[in-house]
């Protein structure tokens, strides 16, 4: 089973920002999970909410502010405690930093149609330019914006996030053609793994951070997890590769000291 960093490692460092990449990635991580919403300049930036309010403590849209401006904002607060100040990242930061990344899940939020019509394109021109159709898959909540992703690219992989049993967002991604079904894992059941198997979908759940829950999933035959405690978990996986290990009913990950 898979692990992927919750927005680099939310429960480790400051969420979607370079040092929280790094410090999963020194851990052996190499597949993460990440949003992207567009700034003031058209560039795509890492940052889950369409406003800089609940992370950098600055007011206003995302959109609001150039990349420049947002890079250098102090993206820490109310988010796990790291010393040095990190700002907001682009989506090309992230790439240059690292050249083993294994997979990507690039999540874009709802937005105004204009928005998202450019960065559609900005992503899409991304992709292509840096040879990522295999490491890549773009993911959204957003059945019309998936719809233009692959109307610019039928290669890129799409990924529905589905939150809800219903409407039953199984079918909804069959329809839209998904190479993923990023769940939330508290409404996933075996029949939509299998389902979602026999239509050659890759299941990945979010957000996982107990690992009992974990280990159910991974008896239900899911592809992938998404936790905020990506080194912890991975650290859990390896030493039960080599030594029988058991986990009381509901125990959580530790976070690091």
């Known amino acids: 089973?898979?692990?992927?960093?919750?927005?680099?490692?939310?429960?480790?460092?400051?969420?979607?920002?370079?040092?929280?990449?790094?410090?999963?990635?020194?851990?052996?991580?190499r597949h993460f999970e990440l949003d992207l919403v567009l700034s003031k300049d058209g560039v795509p930036m890492l940052v889950h909410d369409l406003t800089v309010d609940r992370t950098t403590g600055q007011k206003g849209n995302v959109g609001k502010y150039t990349a420049a401006e947002l890079a250098d904002m102090d993206a820490r607060r109310n988010t796990s405690s790291w010393a040095t100040r990190t700002g907001i990242p682009t989506l090309e930061n992230l790439l240059d930093q690292f050249d083993d990344i294994?997979?990507?899940?690039?999540?874009?939020?709802?937005?105004?149609?204009?928005?998202?019509?450019?960065?559609?394109?900005?992503?899409?021109?991304?992709?292509?330019?840096?040879?990522?159709?295999?490491?890549?898959?773009?993911t959204s909540a957003e059945p019309s914006f998936l719809r233009e992703i692959r109307r610019r690219d039928k290669n890129i992989r799409l990924g529905l996030v589905a939150e809800r049993k219903f409407p039953k967002p199984l079918n909804?991604?069959?329809?839209?053609?998904?190479?993923?079904?990023?769940?939330?894992?508290?409404?996933?059941?075996?029949a939509m793994v299998e389902t979602?198997?026999?239509?050659?979908?890759?299941?990945?759940?979010?957000?996982?951070?107990?690992?009992?829950?974990?280990?159910?999933?991974?008896?239900?035959?899911?592809?992938?997890?998404?936790?905020?405690?990506?080194?912890?978990?991975?650290?859990?996986?390896?030493?039960?590769?080599?030594?029988?290990?058991?986990i009381p009913l509901g125990e959580t990950i530790p976070e690091p000291a």
């Open 172 to 190: 909804l991604a069959t329809r839209l053609g998904c190479e993923y079904f990023c769940v939330n894992w508290k409404i996933l059941t075996r």
């Open 102 to 138: 294994e997979h990507l899940q690039l999540e874009v939020k709802k937005d105004s149609r204009a928005r998202l019509n450019v960065l559609g394109n900005r992503v899409t021109e991304i992709i292509q330019s840096r040879g990522l159709l295999n490491k890549v898959a773009i």
């Open 196 to 246: 979602a198997h026999r239509q050659n979908m890759h299941v990945s759940t979010w957000t996982v951070n107990r690992i009992h829950d974990m280990l159910k999933l991974e008896e239900m035959g899911v592809d992938s997890i998404i936790t905020d405690f990506p080194t912890s978990t991975r650290m859990y996986f390896d030493n039960r590769a080599n030594s029988p290990l058991s």
């Open 1 to 29: 089973m898979i692990i992927y960093g919750h927005r680099g490692a939310k429960g480790e460092a400051p969420e979607n920002t370079l040092a929280g990449f790094i410090h999963a990635h020194r851990h052996g991580i």
